[in-house]
């Protein structure tokens, strides 16, 4: 086995009127909301199962249950931290993550420096390998339709 490894993350949230809409630890002004049982932050999600999948330690639902009323509504800030602690823990560092949001609307481009300025420092990783894009599916679809948001993620980890 090689010293570095790879993990993948997918996630999905329903948008909804009344809900905050958080995306990389920050708030984005939206008509519409993500809805889960934590935040929802569904680019911080994938993140978190990508790095927890690299290692090989399971997933995001089995660490922080939606069942365990501890994570109502928790900040997934809090959760990332805790997922590198755990990766740290297992002997690993990020190389880089790469991920993808898919949301009709609004643009994620313009939020791009704070969220990778916001993730840098939850993760305490540097921002030239924290990679974020995005692309609308040109309105096909549940995130076409602004019904949810969608995100993937790829992470490339190394053993210290
Ligand atoms: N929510 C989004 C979606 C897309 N972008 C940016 O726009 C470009 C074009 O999107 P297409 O879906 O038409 O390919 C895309 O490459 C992103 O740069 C965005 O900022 N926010
Ligand atoms: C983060 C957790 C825990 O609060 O809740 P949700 O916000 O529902 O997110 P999801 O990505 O569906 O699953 C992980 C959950 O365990």
Request: no cysteine.
């Given at each position: 086995m090689s010293n570095f490894r790879i993990g993948f993350g997918y996630d999905v949230h329903q948008l909804q009127p009344d809900y905050d809409f958080w995306l990389g630890g920050i708030k984005l002004e939206h008509h519409l909301g993500a809805v889960g049982h934590?935040?929802?932050?569904v680019l911080i999600h994938v993140i978190c199962d990508a790095l927890l999948g690299a290692a090989n330690i399971r997933d995001i639902g089995y660490h922080f249950?939606?069942?365990?009323?501890?994570?109502?509504?928790?900040?997934s800030k809090i959760l990332l931290k805790e997922v590198m602690r755990l990766l740290r823990e297992e002997g690993y560092e990020v190389g880089n993550i790469d991920t993808t949001v898919c949301l009709q609307?609004?643009?994620?481009n313009p939020h791009i420096p704070a969220i990778k300025a916001c993730l840098s420092e939850v993760?305490?990783?540097?921002?030239?390998d924290i990679s974020i894009k995005a692309t609308t599916t040109?309105?096909?679809?549940f995130v076409g339709r602004e019904e949810g948001v969608s995100a993937y993620c790829v992470a490339l980890i190394y053993k210290v």
């Open positions: 934590s935040d929802a932050d249950s939606d069942k365990d009323p501890k994570y109502k509504g928790i900040d609307e609004p643009k994620v993760m305490d990783v540097a921002e030239d040109e309105r096909l679809g």
